[in-house]
């Protein structure tokens, strides 16, 4: 690939939240996870980020990891309330000073940073005050991208707005399931839409504040399907489909909400103020998508609104992560294949692709995790195909350099190409699946 292209850009992906730790340390605020994890019964391990993979002391040993295997590009998010800890006003200066150093050594060792400003760790102050479904947030948001571009942006010239908005808000406003625990289609609706006016938003004060700056925003994207060929099943796919994959991108690229299918969602309306409309197109130079599975769908009438539930992979015998989440090479394939029918859609970039599996040292300190490397190949050869049928992909970033903090599962499921041993001092081990990842970008 890399002969084939040179311009493509090969990476690993990862976030502020799950690796840095260091939670309170040097003027850091607490941000929704912080508080979220303390909540019994939220976190599946019963963790806390407090910790995580203690990146916040130990980048210099991670980059020099990713020199060693000659990795060139490194996507990393900043979080929030490290540099604004509460939010909005004041700045904390030993909190940039950190971003500073993580993106000149990045650079010193000729890897190429790729910052995402916002990987859903919400300073928790502005929780406090409706965090997301607070229009106030745009202005919030704002003074937040404008102090980290203008900060970083003489050096950092990628740059991504959000990550994947369905996942914070559906997850975290509509399920509670994830950080800040909010639930009903109300909180969820009004969180989306100014999730959705940040995403522009942000887009254009990084143009305003970076020189030549290359910007886009992640967006998660799943191969839906239905469960069998009657019409409900059939529906009930399109209604996820919509939601899960569209919801989001569309506005981003200048198209209405798909809300044909979604008549529930039509309370978003009485959120939308005169002129929003002409505000979501962010006319992105990328578009970040983050894929890992195949989503099997039967109409469900017990489901509030969408009527429409998932077929696990284990029902249905097929293969599976610690996720549960149904190991399906294919999936890649049509979610850049489906992506092709967005009008006006700028070039991909695949901005997190990988998988969980229960990772063991034998006892020469190895670790051959033959699955992970299968699912890598398989995929790429499957976004490679999507390729040479005409899909515009410009990259690939591999989720995730090292084991962390996977957000309510804890620290259970491995999707690192590094080990991280938790019981013996954060001991980074750089897995096979690293070193074959290493070796394919050479080819």
Request: charged share 20%; hydrophobic share 40%; aromatic share 12%.
């Amino acid at each position: 690939m890399s002969t084939e292209n040179p311009g493509f850009k090969w990476g690993v992906s990862t976030a502020a939240l799950q690796t840095e730790g260091a939670f309170d340390k040097d003027g850091k605020g607490l941000s929704v996870w912080d508080e979220f994890a303390k909540r019994k019964r939220k976190i599946g391990d019963k963790s806390n980020p407090s910790v995580a993979t203690d990146f916040y002391n130990r980048y210099p040993e991670d980059i020099a990891i990713l020199n060693q295997l000659k990795i060139p590009n490194f996507r990393f998010s900043v979080s929030w309330p490290r540099v604004i800890p509460m939010g909005t006003g004041q700045s904390n200066e030993k909190g940039l000073d950190f971003y500073d150093r993580l993106t000149d050594h990045l650079l010193e060792n000729n890897i190429v940073p790729w910052t995402t400003l916002y990987h859903w760790d919400l300073p928790h102050e502005l929780q406090k005050r409706g965090g997301w479904f607070n229009r106030d947030i745009l202005n919030w948001f704002g003074e937040y991208v404008h102090l980290v571009t203008n900060r970083l942006g003489d050096r950092i010239k990628n740059w991504m707005v959000l990550n994947e908005p369905m996942a914070f808000t559906g997850a975290g406003y509509l399920l509670g399931v994830h950080a800040p625990g909010e639930r009903g289609i109300g909180s969820f609706v009004s969180a989306a839409h100014h999730a959705a006016l940040a995403t522009a938003a942000g887009a254009s004060i990084i143009r305003s504040n970076v020189a030549n700056a290359y910007v886009g925003s992640t967006f998660s994207q799943s191969w839906v399907e239905p469960h069998s060929s009657g019409i409900k099943d059939q529906q009930a796919a399109q209604r996820v489909h919509d939601m899960l994959n569209l919801f989001f991108i569309l506005p981003a690229t200048g198209h209405p909400y798909p809300l044909k299918h979604l008549k529930f969602l039509n309370k978003i309306e009485k959120f939308i103020k005169p002129g929003d409309e002409s505000k979501l197109n962010a006319n992105l130079d990328f578009v970040g998508v983050q894929t890992y599975t195949r989503e099997v769908i039967k109409y469900s009438w017990t489901v509030p609104f969408i009527k429409a539930s998932m077929v696990s992979a284990i029902k249905r015998k097929q293969p599976y992560t610690q996720m549960g989440w149904e190991v399906c090479p294919e999936s890649i394939y049509h979610v850049l294949k489906n992506l092709q029918s967005v009008p006006g859609l700028p070039p991909i970039i695949i901005t997190e692709n990988g998988a969980a599996f229960a990772d063991e040292i034998n006892n020469d300190g190895i670790i051959n995790d033959t699955e992970r490397i299968a699912y890598l190949d398989n995929h790429i050869q499957q976004m490679q195909r999507a390729m040479k049928e005409g899909v515009d992909v410009r990259g690939y970033f591999a989720w995730s350099l090292t084991d962390n903090f996977e957000w309510a599962e804890g620290y259970r499921p491995r999707f690192g190409l590094v080990h991280i041993d938790y019981e013996n001092n954060l001991k980074r081990t750089i897995k096979e699946s690293a070193k074959w990842y290493a070796g394919r970008i050479k080819d």
